[in-house]
């Protein structure tokens, strides 16, 4: 235990890779949209995208993680367990606090009217929706997938270089068509629509998480035979 919270430590050494800019990217997509949502004259709700940033940033924290961090902890002896723990359970508790931001700006967006301009960045229609534990759920799991990804490619990367790297890209990317091909010859797009339109956020959530652990299972058995 004390070598995986001394792993989240050294994950912290630089505090705005992990913490700063997380905060500065939503803060800065926030004003942004603001900005956009007072000029538009219309006294109605206002919608956008802008609250996704960071949670694509979430892979760019997966990648740093493996590649500027692991070589370094392996020249003090840390155990791949040990890191991976420590790593994983580190963006756990990122992930968890700015779940707790969108949580609370969406309840401040309620209580003044989006902002005073009918603007609302953190109450995405269907994703808030429901109940705040619902809410919650959809956005920590979204911002660990992210961050299991981007960690996984890093450490396929680690283990089979640019060549395995180049190899599960364009292999990711050839299933996904396959499905695609697959779906559309067998006229599936009416069952796969329907199924989506009886989702909730938190089945979603749900089947989102399941994914998230196979992903991370994938992750840790490629870290073990990983090299710095």
Known sequence: MSRTVAVARMQLI???????????????SFLMSLAIFALI??????????SQAPLWYFLVLGIQSMTLVFPFSQGLSISRK????GTLGLFSLIALGMTGLYLL?????AATNGWGVYGYFFK?????????????AFFF???MFMFIIGFWFATIFKRWGTTGTLISTLGTGLVLIGIVALSTLLQWWGVIGNWFTQQTPLTISGWAALLCVVLAAGSYTTLRRATP
């Open 105 to 109: 700006g969406g309840v401040i967006e």
């Open 124 to 136: 995405i229609p269907w994703v808030t929706d429901g109940p705040w534990f619902s809410t919650a």
């Open 14 to 28: 630089n505090k705005w890779t992990y913490i700063g800019w997380p905060l500065t990217i939503l803060a800065a």
């Open 141 to 143: 799991v979204v911002m």
């Open 82 to 85: 040990a890191f991976y723990l």
């Open 41 to 50: 004259p219309v006294q109605e709700g206002k919608y956008g995208g802008g």
